[in-house]
């Protein structure tokens, strides 16, 4: 068995694992060990379908050191006149960048691939089965503590029937070549009411199919982000920062959670697809409105609950059966990218480090905030004090919950003269630079940035009644 060292032991290469080394080892002497079981660095972005993309601006995604994209604003397309969208391959490029470019050249970065980790400071090579063991001498960081279910590699959890020609999502765009041994699909079936399905069924759209020939099954509505809300950029800042002083009144003064996101819906900052239907999730999903416009063309919506059986000419579900037309082709976009898992602290005991949300919704932000709280401060009970969790809500009732979450770390960050300053300079905080850079004569901005400040103290007091209520 083989015997290495380090400092740090991070186990996965995804968003959470790279983001959190790459600003360790700018603030530190450290040396980091890298293990994740894939051949790349990225994490489930090397699985994802091609035509998947961020949800936020690339401008603020990735490792602080790096930019991702060129900060253009699209020009064609449903996200035209907003910040670029890096697509899965561009992420997945830029990972291997990062690896390539930063951490490995930087000597203090080591990175096993193709490895299993075992526990105990073992990992072993897929390949040859080689054991290695690691004499870790400050802490060990669980990077995969939220994971997200791939399409193309999650097991379906409904019945398939032989004969039904079910697919993910990443085999859409090789239709073509399908149609040799299958034949061309002329009906399609989107199963899943997330973003996955969203993207599938806005990509058949757009690649021809009618929207007439799309069953969509969406066993719960969501209220969703609007995108426009969330670029970062001066010219936007009426949009996010007068939308988040929206936002904090509307948490202000709203009565109820039902009563709070509508109120989110009537200034903008949240929009449901069906508008005669009300959500009752919210997972963060973020889209533009007219993406939203186009998914409201497929009108055989079907909301009978989760699929439990899908046949050749029928789908059984919680609430019925449903019948399907011959050659229908099956598109299985129900893997859940956010599986509950209880929250739990981040920083346990003397050597362990469990990566988590400390801003909703940004892993990769959270990650490397957190790696800088690790560099430069000492004690548990401080450390757990910078970077409290912020849940990722999974109910609407839970949203409020992650709201007051939000705002106490921000609140002790603020408190922190050098954090503080880290999270205004840090590429990865979109709107902080939007905040602090006004000019003190710009009158307009200034009276937003005010309301938005009293807002703020106003849902602070009202959340926790909320949760109450």
Same mark, same amino acid.
């Given at each position: 068995m083989n015997s290495i060292e380090t400092d740090y032991l991070v186990i996965g290469s995804g968003t959470a694992g790279l983001a959190f080394t790459d600003t360790l080892i700018d603030h530190s002497d450290a040396h980091v060990t890298i293990v994740d079981r894939r051949g790349k660095p990225g994490g489930h972005w090397n699985d994802a379908y091609s035509f &998947?993309?961020?949800?936020?601006?690339?401008?603020?995604?990735?490792?602080?050191? /790096?930019?991702?994209?060129?900060?253009?604003k699209d020009t064609i397309g449903l996200n035209k006149g907003l910040y670029e969208l890096a697509s899965g391959p561009e992420v997945s490029s830029y990972f291997e960048r990062v690896m390539n470019h930063k951490l490995l050249p930087s000597g203090r970065v080591a990175y096993h691939r193709m490895c299993n980790h075992l526990g105990g400071g073992e990992f072993e090579s897929i390949l040859s089965g080689e054991r290695t063991r690691v004499r870790v001498r400050r802490k060990v960081v669980d990077a995969t503590h939220f994971s997200p279910a791939i399409p193309s590699t999650h097991t379906p959890r409904f019945e398939v029937v032989p004969g039904v020609r079910l697919v993910p999502p990443n085999a859409l765009p090789r239709l073509w070549d399908d149609q040799r041994s299958n034949g061309l699909p002329r009906r399609f079936v989107v199963l899943g009411a997330g973003k996955t399905a969203m993207d599938a069924a806005l990509w058949?759209?757009? %690649?021809? %199919?009618?929207?007439?020939?799309?069953?969509?099954?969406?066993?719960?509505?969501?209220?969703?982000?609007?995108?426009? $809300?969330?670029? =970062?950029?001066?010219?936007?800042?009426?949009?996010?920062?007068?939308?988040?002083?929206?936002? /904090?009144?509307?948490?202000?003064?709203?009565?109820? +959670? #039902?009563?709070?996101?509508?109120?989110?819906?009537?200034?903008? #900052?949240?929009?449901?697809?069906?508008?005669?239907?009300?959500?009752?999730?919210?997972?963060?999903? $973020?889209? +533009?409105?007219?993406?939203?416009?186009?998914?409201?063309?497929?009108?055989?919506?079907? !909301?009978?609950? !989760?699929?439990? !059986?899908?046949?050749?000419?029928? /789908?059984?579900?919680?609430?019925?059966? &449903? =019948?399907? %037309?011959?050659? +229908?082709?099956?598109?299985?976009? $129900?893997?859940? %990218?956010?599986?509950?898992?209880?929250?739990? =602290?981040?920083?346990?005991?003397?050597? !362990?480090?469990v990566l988590q949300l400390v801003r909703l919704p940004q892993p990769a932000f959270s990650a490397a905030l957190i790696a800088y709280v690790e560099a430069h401060h000492d004690g548990l009970e401080k450390k757990n004090r910078l970077c409290g969790t912020v849940p990722f809500p999974y109910t609407l009732d839970d949203y409020p919950r992650a709201l007051i979450a939000n705002m106490r770390n921000q609140v002790q960050w603020g408190l922190d003269k050098d954090l503080r300053q880290w999270v205004r300079e840090s590429r990865l905080d979109g709107f902080g630079k939007l905040m602090t850079g006004i000019a003190p004569e710009d009158a307009e901005k200034q009276a937003i940035m005010a309301r938005f400040k009293e807002s703020a103290a106003g849902a602070m007091g009202n959340l926790p009644k909320l949760l109450g209520a």
């Open positions: &998947v993309t961020l949800h936020q601006p690339s401008a603020f995604y990735g490792v602080n050191s /790096m930019e991702l994209g060129h900060r253009r058949l759209i757009q %690649a021809g %199919a009618s929207p007439d020939a799309i069953q969509w099954i969406v066993p719960r509505d969501s209220w969703l982000v609007n995108r426009v $809300t969330t670029q =970062p950029a001066p010219e936007f800042f009426k949009e996010v920062i007068g939308g988040q002083a929206d936002q /904090m009144e509307a948490c202000a003064r709203a009565t109820s +959670t #039902a009563d709070l996101f509508l109120r989110l819906e009537a200034c903008g #900052a949240v929009m449901r697809i069906h508008r005669e239907h009300t959500p009752t999730m919210f997972h963060l999903a $973020t889209v +533009t409105p007219g993406e939203a416009e186009v998914l409201r063309r497929i009108e055989q919506v079907i !909301r009978l609950g !989760r699929v439990q !059986r899908i046949a050749p000419d029928h /789908m059984l579900l919680d609430q019925g059966h &449903v =019948p399907v %037309a011959p050659d +229908t082709l099956f598109i299985d976009c $129900t893997a859940s %990218a956010v599986e509950p898992r209880p929250s739990q =602290p981040i920083f346990q005991g003397d050597d !362990r480090i």
